[in-house]
């Protein structure tokens, strides 16, 4: 199971308080073609590396990709990549491949671990001054409404600009044992949230 994205990192609404609710862009296959003919083709030949060892289903998702962009006048190819080296070989190093992030506690370590122009796992290589400068400015705010609408700025423009397509969210869902006491559901990512060994407790 999971939740459709729009194009920002951050988990959706009700699982981080900076989560920026951006609109849904419709599937507008026409509008692709469009852009197409205004670039002077008839079509676009694009190759995706995939593997389900990015995520589990990823072959699969990318399949659904080229079908849905075939109609925009996309070819899509998939290169489907061996499990074995996929984020040695190929994430970060193919120009479109699959990939999968995890969740983290905080907004601001989520964009700065994915969208920071120095960061050593910007897997989308994308640098934008202004996106490094905000992010550095909302890391200092005490005022958390300000902050909010800096971090609402911010993925708006990786929404917009950035080199990712995010689409959905997967669920996560983590199994428990009845001796184990002060489990609670967490709507960001497993483990209470990387938190569970601080809340959490074994009842001999």
């Known amino acids: 199971m999971a939740t459709v994205a729009s194009g920002t990192i951050i988990r959706s609404r009700g699982s981080d308080r900076f989560y920026a609710d951006l609109a849904q862009r419709p599937y ?24 389900d060892a990015a995520f589990s289903g990823a072959v699969d998702a990318a399949a659904i990709f080229r079908t849905s ?10 290169k489907r990549e061996p499990a074995d080296g996929y984020w040695d070989n190929v994430w970060m190093k193919a120009p479109f491949c699959m990939s999968y992030w995890g969740g983290r506690p905080t907004a601001d370590q989520m ?39 800096i971090y609402a700025e911010l993925q ?12 959905m969210f997967g669920d996560y ?20 949230g990387a938190r569970l060994a601080e809340k959490v407790w074994l009842d001999a």
């Open 28 to 51: 507008d296959p026409e509008k692709a073609k469009f852009y197409l003919k205004q670039a002077g083709l008839d079509t676009l030949k694009v190759e995706i590396s995939a593997s």
């Open 156 to 167: 708006a423009l990786i929404s917009n600009e950035g080199g990712a397509m995010i689409p």
């Open 69 to 78: 962009a075939a109609k925009g006048g996309i070819d899509v190819s998939i």
């Open 111 to 149: 964009l700065t671990i994915a969208y920071q122009s120095t960061s050593a796992q910007n897997d989308t290589h994308w640098k934008n001054e202004n996106f490094d400068r905000k992010l550095i400015e909302a890391r200092a705010l005490l005022d958390d409404a300000k902050r909010k609408e």
């Open 173 to 192: 869902l983590d199994a428990t044992s009845k001796k184990l006491k002060g489990v609670t559901t967490h709507p960001m990512f497993n483990f209470m």
